[in-house]
């Protein structure tokens, strides 16, 4: 027996109103899918999806680097979760962390030819994944409206207060 995608009405303590629905369903398909392809990505390249992330933002950086605050930024990532990111992709040569040449107090982390190597494998393997498992349940017109209300949502959370 398949079991239900989102809980059901007689379990269900996040609510019934549409917007509590919406949120679960959100929540639990965002968990699958993060699962799924964090075990996939990681079974045949060795990468995590944090660490595919973070070759992704170096590969689309200008010139393959980017100071640790910008990619901290953009990964959502405490500098200390980050460290430790950047120091595995380090250690395997897949980056470089080194000091900016603009600001010798900061550091930066540049993709390696190794590293854009790692990650162009990976990318096919990452793309291969989103076509299984992402494309097949929308048509464009909802592709459309789903990055909208996605681009809605980041900026609510983007502008809500931070935790103390």
């Not at 392809?37 to 973070?54: D, S």
């Not at 605050?69 to 990532?77: H, N, P, S, W």
């Amino acid at each position: 027996m398949t079991p239900e995608p989102f809980a059901s009405r007689e379990r269900d303590l996040t609510g019934f109103s549409p917007k509590a629905r919406a949120w679960r369903a959100f929540f639990e398909t965002s968990a699958l899918i993060s699962d799924r392809m964090e075990k996939r990505l990681h079974a045949v390249t060795g990468l995590k999806l944090a660490e595919y992330n973070i070759l992704l933002l170096l590969a689309e950086a200008e010139e393959h680097q980017l100071r640790m605050g910008q990619l901290a930024e953009q990964m959502v990532f405490s500098p200390s979760r980050l460290s430790y990111q950047v120091k595995s992709l380090a250690s395997r040569g897949l980056i470089d962390r080194c000091t900016d040449e603009n600001d010798k107090r900061g550091m930066t982390a540049r993709l390696t030819p190794e590293g854009e190597k790692v990650f162009s494998a990976a990318s096919r393997v990452h793309a291969q994944h989103i076509k299984q498992l992402f494309h097949p349940a929308l048509d464009d017109a909802q592709a459309t409206e789903l990055q909208v209300i996605c681009e809605q949502i980041y900026r609510t959370a983007q502008q809500a207060d931070e935790p103390c």
